[in-house]
């Protein structure tokens, strides 16, 4: 925390450096992020572009923060919100839904197993059961690693909100978890 708090000033401070470090460190989780609710990843790297150059311009009307992920992942969520309403190049919150790499990327070259495959089809069944809030609270929770104090910031909601919204959303997933492995070893034994 007191190293993004001095990095943070540092590029308030007009450090290009600094500023170059915060792009190159969360340009890939702010992607990740945003991949969420755009589809057009064009549309999405104008909108991450079209944040840090804000942000360089204002830098000196910012206010100090010490936790630059969460920080820059509610920026990034509110120009996505904004986005929307100018353009129709969005899905939905209420119809997101997980992006698919095309299928002759290296992930999917990597994963050749069936056992992985299946693992991935019903992680992903599971998670499409899911509300688009519920989805959105665990990527926060468990691919960004935020705390629910930093959830409660980016998604402005209180901190009891996200303890809810969270221990809802794990439930279900755990509920959908046993009921699909009991389905298949069901299958499997007849």
């Not at 998670?127 to 989805?135: D, M």
């Not at 104090?149 to 919204?165: C, F, H, K, M």
Request: proline share 2%; with cysteine; net charge negative.
């Amino acid at each position: 925390m007191q190293e993004d708090l001095i990095r943070w000033k540092r590029f308030k401070d007009g450090d290009v450096a600094a500023f170059e470090s915060i792009i190159r460190d969360e340009f890939r989780a702010l992607f990740e992020y945003g991949t969420r609710f755009i589809h057009d990843r064009d549309t999405l790297n104008d909108c991450i572009y079209d944040l840090f150059t804000s942000l360089w311009d204002r830098k000196k009307f910012l206010a100090d923060t010490d936790q630059i992920r969460p920080y820059l992942l509610k920026s990034l969520r509110n120009r996505l919100l904004k986005e929307k309403e100018r353009a129709n190049h969005l899905t939905g919150f209420d119809s997101w839904q997980e992006q698919t790499e095309p299928e002759d990327n290296a992930e999917s070259r990597i994963i050749t197993s069936e056992t992985s495959a299946l693992r991935e089809r019903r992680i992903s069944s599971v998670l499409g059961s899911l509300t688009p809030r519920q989805r959105e609270i665990i990527h926060l929770k468990f691919f960004e690693n935020l705390s629910n104090e930093q959830i409660s910031d980016v998604l402005e909601i209180s901190r009891p909100a996200v303890s809810n919204l969270l221990s809802q959303a794990l439930r279900l997933f755990r509920d959908k978890w046993q009921a699909t492995i009991s389905t298949l070893f069901f299958l499997l034994t007849f």
